[in-house]
Each structure stands twice: as C-alpha cells, then as structure tokens.
C-alpha cells in the first residue's frame, strides 16, 4: 500500500477548443510541480450530436489541445490530456474530476505575470486546512513563493483565538508538509462579509487557492460560497475538493498507525 | 452485463470522448415534449368528430401499440445506446435496404410531423388572435409558415442550450394539463352538479374507433425519439427504458382523460365543429376564460416544442444514415460558426415548409404515423431476429418482457394499423417507401453496414 514516491498532487485544468484562452505563463510555471489533467472541451450545441461534432472537429481539437499539453510538460509538469465534445462542460468537468481523482480544480483568469509569488489561502477552519496543506505543499515547491493564511474571524471569535485554533496549527501543518517556515505569514481578520474581504485582499496576490465547500465541482463555479470569490477575484483561483472517500479511508489508516 | 459507469468513460489519453449530458428528466421531456403537443391540442376535435366519446378508445389502442413497442425498443437501446435509434437497430439486424427505408422514413416522417405540428401551431395563434380581437395577418397557413422559417433559422443559428426551457414547457404544460384534467375530471363525473351531455359511447359504431386510432396515432411518435438520442443519455440502461415506457404511459393517461372529459363536458359534435382548438373551449367550459387562456398558451407551447423537437430529431436521423453512407456525405458538415449541421437541418426545414403549404392536417398526421409505424414493426421484427441469432456483442441490460408475444404483437399490431388509415395516406406513405428503397437501389446498393457495437 505505501509508495516509495509519492505522487503529486494533481489539479484540473480545463480549456475550451479549439480556441483556448491564453493561460497565464506564470501559471503554467507554478503548476508545473503538479500533475496536470488537461481537460480540452468542445461545446457542441444540442442540435449537434457530440459525435458528429467529433468526427469533423476532432483532429483540429487534439491538435489544439496537444499544444497546450506540450507548454505543460516543457514546464515540467506531468500531463494528463482528456479531450471531451460535449453539450454540457459541467458534466465534463465533474465526471472527469472523479475519474482523474483530482484533489482541486483551476479557476483561470486572464493575467499577464511571468512569475507567480504571492499565494493567498483563506481557511475556513483547520479541517478545511487538512486536505489544502499537502496540496500548497506540493504547490509551492519551489520554496520562492510566499503564502499568507487568512482567517475570518467567526462572530464572536478574538483574533488570538483564531491564531491559537486556527491559523498556527494551519501552520503547522503546512511546515509539516515541508513548506519553509519562513515563507509562510498569517492574518486573522474581522468583517461582516468574508467573501468580500477575501476578494479585496486578493488583489494583493497572484493566485488565491481554497477549499470547497460542496463536493462538485459544479457548486465550485454555481451558487456556493467560493463563487463569488470565483467570479470576483482578480487572480486566478484554485479550489481544491473536498475529500473522497477514498483520501477519507486512507487518511483513517494513516492515523491508526 | 453493462456496467452504466462503465459508459462514458474512454479514458485511452488523447482518444476523443463524447459527454453523456441528458439524464432521465431530460429524457421524459423529449418523448412526453414531442408527444402531447398533438394528442391534447390538435385531436380531440378531430378525434371526437369522428369516433364520438369512443375516441378515448381510440387513444387507449394506440398507447397499448407504442407500449408494446417501447419495450422491445428498450431492450435494442440498452443493448445499442447509439445516435440513430430506429435506423441504427433495423439497420443491423435487418440489413442496409430496410435500415435505409427507415432511416430515410424516419426523417421523413419527422418532417410530416413536424408540418402537422406546425399548422397545429398555426391554428392555437391564430385562435389567440381572435380572442384578443387582433384582425389576423395571416391565413393559419401563413402563420404555420413562418414559424417553420423561425424554427428552421433558430435551429441553425441558435447556440443557446434550449434543453432547460425543454424541460420547463414540459413541466409547465404538466401543470396546465394536472390542473385541467383534475378540475375538468371531477366536473365531467358531476362531482360539481354539471349535466354530463347525453351520448352514444359509439355514435359512429365501433370501426370508427380504429381509423380515429390509426389518425391520432401521430400522438406516440415521440418515445422513440429519445433512443435516436441514446448516445447522449446518461447511465443509459437505467434511463433509456424508464424514459420510452413513462412517457408512453404518462401521454396515454393524459390522453384518454381529456377525450374523456372534453367529450363529457362539450359532447363529440361540438368538439368536432371547434376542430383543432377544441380544448380550448374545454378549458373555458371548465374555469372560465382563465382556463381558455391557459389551454391557448399550452397549445403555442406544445406545438411549438413538439415541432422543434421533430426537427432536431430528423437531422439527427439524416446523420445517423451520412455516417453509414447512404446518404452523401455533405449533408453531416457542421457549420464551423454556429457548430450545427446546417445542411441537415435545412433537409428537414425546406420540405416541412413544402407539406405546409399542402396543407391537409389529417393527411400529414396519417403519413407521419404510416412512416413511423413502418419502423416500429421493423423494430419489433429486429428484436425477433437478434433474440434469435444472438449476435457477438448483442448484450442488452434491459429484456423486454413476455418474449416472443410482445414483440409479436408490437410487429402485427403496427402494420395492422396501417391498413385503417385513408387511401390517401397510405398511397402517399407507400410511395415514400418505395422511393426509399429506389434511392437505396440507385446510391447505396454497395454499402455496408458494420456489425453492433456496444
């Protein structure tokens, strides 16, 4: 059951063919330590059958989507290339996300940054913080990338509480992860609207990456919490999934023994 | 067995793969959506006119009929769940000269349908003009025409998912009818005092009740509709049975409770002077002028949505037959800006605007009906073939049951209906056969067709 060499973390990202928006080279360079599901999807109105659409549309496709493949593994990233003609990409996004196992999904936005250095986590409370630890651990590799956890505070929760509940023992277990302590900054902070705050403050960052809170990734992009976060923010947002029960199960093992 | 996850997935990296995006819902409103829009809004008049209150007889024998095909077609789909439906089946276990008679006969028959569901359409606008004393700007046929030239365009141009506003007329129209046939069924049983109109149950006598069958029998085209979409449909063994058979049985039920109330509350001769509208004078009869307001706009709606989804269909058949060749292969491009198959859709546009300005609702009914219950006999005999010669790879999840008595009966019943329809008809039908065969003999004698895959 133990593997010698763990594997990456893995993130999906998903790009529509044949004309894909640029991503940002930053990005492409700070996920190069992950493994990559590139997922190319094709929209096929309901008039079309998506076959139909594949068989003129499918080489054009794959050339479209090996080429942003190949900008990923010149970075250095392992590459998972899935190409889907579909009427419905959040069915796309989600069935391919449980397949590949994915533990976040990128939310690109149009940014122009060669380097990515400033990551900005907000937490919602130290469970939440388990599963995104490894995740930024395995993100940020590279050990030139600062990460700052935020914490909003609950209603009647003191900003030393938070640092004592929350955001050292985040902390903690993000240095256990092997981040370096020193690249690490927390900030505890009080406001009536969290989404809001999160949005303002990421404007100071160059990718903000948190966790889910419904376990699809349709909620990630439709009416849940991280969606107006999603929709406002001026950075690109990863959001990682919530735990499989499979990661439930392993991580049951991992503390009997 | 198929594994239903096992469906969507073809993870081989680099290979395409092709979503599976209509769940059950979905599925339900595209049979039940292409199905009420004739049998409630554009029969009973027609219906009740000819076979008096035993028209909900009439409807009753065909409900059993597409019952009995539903589920031999269930069982092809689970063990096909491809694009192409009736085609795909007969096509492999018939040969291509059958397959190519009911590939085309199916796109035809949409295209029949879809002009009758058009003028239907016509009529329901129309009738709104008149209650809203709007002097009409155009004749019904000119009125069906011009929706025909919409639909035909939007189909083409439209890159806006319409599945949703599917699945909301559908659910609209469910609400509209619930509400109708539970008020208007306990006025017709005098649960409110209401005299019931005295009648003959058979005024007509008894043959009647199977011509009226074999004309209304446009009511049932819709189930099969849904295996033509097959390879789209999601967790497809589970879904592609429950959709066929539910929204054959929900239109039945729904069917013979309005032959049943309208012809309690208006009597047949009323019903059959109203003509295509006639449930609007139900409603009115029942709630007054809400509920001819609301039966009017449920007419637009169901015509409306019962039209488009023929056509969506009939280009999905002139597909399905392109990719096996037997059609020329320029009528599957895709039009890269709008990413529709312009051609095909122009294939079902252009003669549906042709039958309208022919005109004669009961003949384009009876012809749409002729062409799909050539298909549903074949579709029963192919069940009686592959069951028997038990091909590689024919594995379906679902078994149609009281095998080989269904789809006996399915095959018998479907060509016997046939024989009760107009001379007219069944001349215009035959023809339409034979020159699919002749087309078949002059373009595609050589092709053939690959064995099932699953």
């Given at each position: 059951?133990?593997?010698?060499?763990?594997?990456?973390?893995?993130?999906?990202?998903?790009?529509?063919?044949?004309?894909?928006?640029?991503?940002?080279?930053?990005?492409?360079?700070?996920?190069?330590?992950?493994?990559?599901v590139?997922?190319?999807?094709?929209?096929?109105?309901?008039?079309?059958?998506?076959e139909?659409?594949?068989?003129?549309?499918?080489d054009e496709?794959?050339?479209?989507?090996?080429e942003?493949?190949?900008?990923?593994e010149?970075?250095?990233a392992?590459v998972?290339?899935?190409?889907?003609f579909t009427?419905?990409?959040?069915?796309?996004?989600?069935?391919?996300?449980?397949?590949?196992?994915?533990d976040?999904v990128?939310v690109?936005?149009?940014?122009d940054?060669?380097?990515?250095?400033?990551?900005?986590?907000?937490?919602?409370?130290?469970?939440?913080?388990?599963?995104?630890?490894?995740?930024?651990?395995?993100?940020v590799?590279?050990?030139?990338t600062?990460?700052?956890l935020?914490?909003?505070?609950?209603?009647?929760e003191t900003?030393?509480?938070s640092?004592?509940?929350?955001?050292?023992?985040?902390?903690?277990?993000?240095?256990?992860?092997?981040?370096?302590?020193?690249?690490?900054?927390?900030d505890?902070?009080?406001?009536?609207?969290?989404?809001?705050?999160i949005?303002?403050?990421?404007?100071?960052?160059?990718?903000?990456?948190?966790?889910?809170?419904?376990?699809s990734?349709?909620?990630?992009l439709?009416g849940?919490?991280?969606?107006?976060?999603?929709?406002q923010?001026q950075?690109?947002?990863?959001?990682?999934?919530?735990?499989?029960?499979?990661?439930?199960?392993?991580?049951?093992?991992?503390q009997?023994? | 067995?198929?594994d239903?996850?096992?469906?969507?997935?073809?993870?081989?990296?680099g290979q395409?793969?092709?979503?599976r995006?209509?769940?059950?819902v979905?599925?339900?409103?595209?049979?039940?959506?292409?199905?009420?829009?004739?049998g409630?809004?554009?029969?009973p008049g027609l219906?009740?006119?000819?076979?008096?209150?035993?028209?909900?007889?009439?409807?009753?024998?065909?409900?059993?009929?597409?019952?009995?095909?539903?589920?031999?077609?269930?069982?092809?789909?689970t063990?096909m769940?491809e694009?192409?439906g009736?085609?795909?089946?007969?096509?492999?276990?018939?040969?291509?000269?059958?397959?190519?008679?009911?590939?085309?006969?199916?796109?035809?028959?949409?295209?029949?349908a879809?002009?009758f569901?058009l003028?239907?359409?016509?009529?329901?606008?129309a009738?709104?003009?008149?209650?809203?004393?709007?002097?009409?700007p155009?004749?019904v046929?000119?009125?069906?025409?011009?929706?025909?030239?919409?639909l035909?365009?939007?189909s083409?141009?439209?890159?806006e998912?319409?599945g949703?506003?599917?699945?909301?007329?559908v659910?609209?129209?469910?609400?509209?009818?619930?509400?109708?046939?539970?008020?208007?069924?306990?006025?017709?049983?005098?649960?409110?005092?209401?005299?019931?109109?005295?009648?003959?149950?058979?005024?007509?006598?008894?043959?009647?009740?199977?011509?009226?069958?074999a004309?209304?029998?446009?009511?049932?085209?819709?189930?099969?509709q849904?295996?033509?979409?097959?390879?789209?449909?999601k967790?497809?063994?589970?879904?592609?049975?429950?959709?066929?058979?539910?929204?054959?049985?929900?239109?039945?039920t729904?069917y013979?409770?309005?032959?049943?109330?309208s012809?309690?509350?208006?009597?047949?001769?009323?019903?059959?002077?109203?003509?295509?509208t006639?449930?609007?004078?139900?409603?009115?009869?029942?709630?007054?002028?809400?509920?001819?307001?609301?039966?009017?706009?449920?007419?637009?709606?169901?015509?409306l949505?019962?039209a488009?989804a023929?056509?969506?269909?009939?280009?999905r058949s002139?597909y399905?037959?392109?990719?096996?060749d037997?059609?020329?292969?320029?009528?599957e491009?895709?039009?890269?800006?709008?990413r529709?198959?312009?051609?095909?859709l122009?294939?079902a546009?252009?003669?549906i605007i042709?039958?309208?300005?022919?005109?004669?609702?009961?003949?384009?009914?009876?012809?749409?009906?002729?062409?799909?219950?050539?298909?549903?006999?074949?579709i029963?005999?192919?069940?009686?073939?592959?069951?028997?010669?038990?091909?590689?790879?024919?594995?379906?999840?679902?078994?149609?049951?009281?095998?080989p008595v269904?789809?006996?009966l399915?095959?018998?019943?479907?060509?016997?209906?046939?024989?009760?329809?107009?001379?007219?008809?069944?001349?215009?039908?035959?023809?339409?056969?034979?020159?699919?065969?002749?087309?078949?003999?002059?373009?595609?004698?050589?092709?053939?067709?690959?064995?099932?895959?699953?």
């Amino acid at each position: 059951m133990t593997e010698s060499v763990p594997s990456p973390s893995s993130i999906l990202v998903d790009v529509e063919l044949p004309d894909p928006e640029p991503l940002a080279p930053g990005l492409t360079e700070m996920l190069s330590s992950l493994r990559v599901v590139l997922l190319g999807w094709y929209a096929v109105p309901e008039q079309t059958s998506p076959e139909q659409a594949r068989d003129q549309f499918g080489d054009e496709a794959r050339a479209a989507l090996a080429e942003i493949a190949q900008d990923f593994e010149a970075a250095g990233a392992e590459v998972t290339p899935r190409l889907v003609f579909t009427g419905d990409k959040f069915d796309s996004l989600g069935r391919i996300s449980r397949e590949e196992h994915c533990d976040a999904v990128l939310v690109p936005t149009p940014m122009d940054r060669d380097h990515l250095r400033r990551v900005l986590v907000p937490l919602r409370g130290l469970h939440n913080a388990r599963r995104i630890a490894p995740f930024v651990a395995d993100l940020v590799q590279d050990d030139t990338t600062d990460v700052t956890l935020l914490h909003i505070l609950e209603e009647d929760e003191t900003e030393d509480a938070s640092r004592a509940d929350v955001l050292e023992p985040a902390a903690e277990m993000m240095r256990e992860h092997g981040i370096d302590a020193g690249l690490l900054r927390l900030d505890a902070r009080a406001t009536d609207d969290p989404a809001d705050t999160i949005v303002e403050r990421s404007g100071e960052y160059d990718l903000v990456v948190l966790g889910e809170t419904k376990p699809s990734v349709r909620s990630i992009l439709f009416g849940s919490v991280p969606e107006q976060i999603v929709r406002q923010a001026q950075v690109p947002v990863i959001v990682v999934r919530h735990e499989d029960v499979e990661a439930e199960v392993a991580e049951r093992a991992a503390q009997a023994d | 067995m198929a594994d239903d996850a096992s469906h969507p997935p073809e993870p081989a990296t680099g290979q395409e793969e092709l979503e599976r995006t209509l769940g059950l819902v979905p599925a339900l409103a595209i049979g039940t959506g292409t199905m009420v829009g004739a049998g409630i809004f554009v029969f009973p008049g027609l219906a009740a006119g000819q076979a008096g209150p035993a028209a909900m007889l009439s409807f009753a024998i065909g409900a059993v009929i597409a019952l009995l095909v539903a589920l031999p077609t269930s069982e092809l789909a689970t063990a096909m769940p491809e694009s192409g439906g009736g085609y795909y089946f007969v096509s492999r276990a018939l040969g291509p000269l059958l397959g190519c008679m009911v590939g085309i006969g199916q796109w035809l028959g949409l295209v029949f349908a879809s002009a009758f569901y058009l003028m239907g359409f016509g009529h329901y606008l129309a009738d709104l003009c008149r209650e809203l004393g709007i002097p009409l700007p155009l004749s019904v046929t000119g009125l069906a025409l011009g929706m025909a030239l919409l639909l035909t365009g939007v189909s083409v141009t439209g890159t806006e998912n319409t599945g949703d506003l599917q699945n909301w007329i559908v659910g609209s129209l469910l609400a509209i009818l619930g509400g109708f046939l539970g008020h208007g069924g306990l006025d017709a049983l005098g649960v409110f005092g209401r005299q019931q109109v005295p009648e003959a149950f058979f005024p007509y006598g008894t043959f009647p009740v199977f011509t009226t069958a074999a004309l209304v029998f446009t009511s049932y085209l819709g189930f099969v509709q849904i295996a033509t979409v097959a390879g789209e449909i999601k967790n497809p063994s589970r879904n592609l049975p429950r959709s066929m058979i539910g929204s054959v049985l929900l239109v039945g039920t729904l069917y013979v409770l309005t032959i049943f109330i309208s012809t309690s509350l208006l009597g047949s001769e009323q019903l059959a002077e109203l003509g295509e509208t006639a449930i609007v004078n139900v409603g009115r009869a029942i709630v007054g002028t809400f509920g001819a307001a609301a039966l009017l706009g449920g007419g637009l709606l169901a015509t409306l949505s019962s039209a488009n989804a023929s056509i969506l269909s009939a280009s999905r058949s002139i597909y399905a037959l392109s990719r096996d060749d037997l059609v020329p292969p320029q009528v599957e491009r895709i039009n890269k800006r709008y990413r529709t198959p312009h051609v095909a859709l122009l294939l079902a546009g252009g003669p549906i605007i042709a039958l309208i300005l022919f005109g004669r609702v009961e003949v384009l009914a009876e012809v749409a009906s002729l062409l799909h219950l050539f298909m549903y006999g074949l579709i029963c005999v192919a069940l009686l073939v592959l069951r028997r010669t038990d091909p590689e790879g024919y594995a379906p999840s679902f078994r149609c049951p009281g095998y080989p008595v269904v789809p006996l009966l399915g095959a018998v019943a479907s060509f016997g209906l046939v024989g009760f329809m107009t001379p007219l008809s069944i001349l215009l039908g035959g023809g339409i056969l034979l020159a699919t065969a002749g087309w078949y003999l002059y373009y595609a004698r050589t092709v053939t067709i690959s064995g099932i895959s699953s």
